[in-house]
């Protein structure tokens, strides 16, 4: 199989630029949006998710970050996208179904009011994907973002 048909079909100059361009929309600018949106809906908040989360040890943490962000983006974005298509024949209906399963996936530890968060910027990644099919910068993006929401953002809250 190719790492064409894996989601790894294009890799460049432009890969970098673009994951820390999406990290930094989604830290400055997307998070305290959602965090804003959750708490005047009273919709949940990240609370939850982070207190399960913050009784980690911080390497487990990191590790868990590093190795669940990338595992969705692949997954969620590359793989499933990619299979769903040469099923259903359409490259944005592909990734509305992996979206829907993105967001549904996120229910359990974040609840209803995130995970409905996680559809908006699931859909960025989606659109993103499907415009450029550069998994790469997406995890890279992913990985960043939340590192700085799960790790860095409750280190500096104590």
Known sequence: MKLTALGFG???WLTLPIAVALAAFFIFVFGPAAYWFLLASHL???AGGQGA???LPK??????VVVVAASEEWL???YAIERLQTLVGRPWLAGALSLAAFGLAHLPLWGPGVALTTLVSGGVFTGLYLWRRDITALILAHVITDLYGLVVVPALAR
């Open 10 to 12: 294009r890799l460049g």
């Open 44 to 46: 949940g908040s990240f």
């Open 53 to 55: 989360l913050v009784l």
């Open 59 to 64: 390497w487990f943490l990191i590790l868990d």
């Open 76 to 78: 969620y974005r590359a």
